[in-house]
């Protein structure tokens, strides 16, 4: 069952007053919450705790929070980052939503919203990494171990790449996974023009469209793409 004490949390925030709040009004929350001051110090603690779930603020010291973020991503796409930001930092926002945050807060964050988000981030994590299957809209079911669909028990067949998409999808259900991660995701290592890589998604996703009810993969336009739960 599901429990977001058995879950681990790191807090990145410089301001030492805002910091000492949250971390006060979350550590009872979590297994544990570790803390840093700044760009260095987070990415030190991430490598040495491997936290479940990470929220950062954008503006740090020594490294921002888009820094950080850009550097857990290079070989960690599945923690779940939440990044805290002012209404001016709309472009840095821009950049951090193509580097596959979860979601983002703009502060001030009353602490009870956060911890919202934080308990949807930990159930979907959970159901992700220790339940054998997950429930998708329309009766749709994705068998982890086998990396299948089903549908009333009839297995969906898949291509290579239809199955990586929708795989990823799936670890990130509900969240909006952007257009730049799905074509690193896709692409990965392969020289593909930007223009191409636009070409060859939408073929897919067409392709998998007329295998599955087309609002089970929505498409959020200008952002990207996600896969919704059973209601």
């Not at 429990?3 to 979590?30: Q, S």
């Amino acid at each position: 069952m599901y429990d977001l004490k058995e879950m681990t949390l790191l807090y990145i925030e410089d301001d030492e007053v805002i910091r000492e709040k949250f971390v006060h009004f979350l550590k009872p929350k979590f297994k544990e919450v570790f803390e840093a001051v700044d760009g260095v110090e987070a990415l030190e603690k991430y490598h040495a705790y491997c936290p479940d779930m990470i929220v950062v603020d954008i503006n740090l010291p020594k490294l921002d929070g888009l820094e950080v973020i850009e550097h857990i991503r290079k070989h960690d796409i599945e923690t779940p980052i939440v990044v805290l930001s002012g209404y001016s930092d709309q472009k840095k926002l821009l950049k951090a939503i193509r580097l596959g945050l979860s979601d983002y807060l703009v502060k001030p964050v009353p602490r009870q919203k956060l911890l919202s988000f934080l308990e949807d981030m930990g159930s979907k994590l959970y159901q992700i990494r220790y339940e054998g299957s997950i429930e998708l809209r329309n009766g749709y079911v994705w068998k982890k171990e086998e990396k299948v669909l089903s549908h009333n028990n009839i297995n969906i067949s898949l291509a290579k790449r239809e199955l990586i998409l929708l795989e990823y999808l799936i670890e990130n259900l509900n969240s909006i996974v952007t257009l730049y991660i799905i074509e690193e995701l896709l692409w990965y290592g392969e020289t593909v023009e930007e223009v191409d890589k636009h070409a060859s998604l939408r073929q897919l996703l067409k392709r998998i469209r007329k295998k599955l009810p087309e609002e089970l993969i929505e498409n959020i336009y200008g952002e990207g793409y996600r896969v919704l739960g059973a209601k």
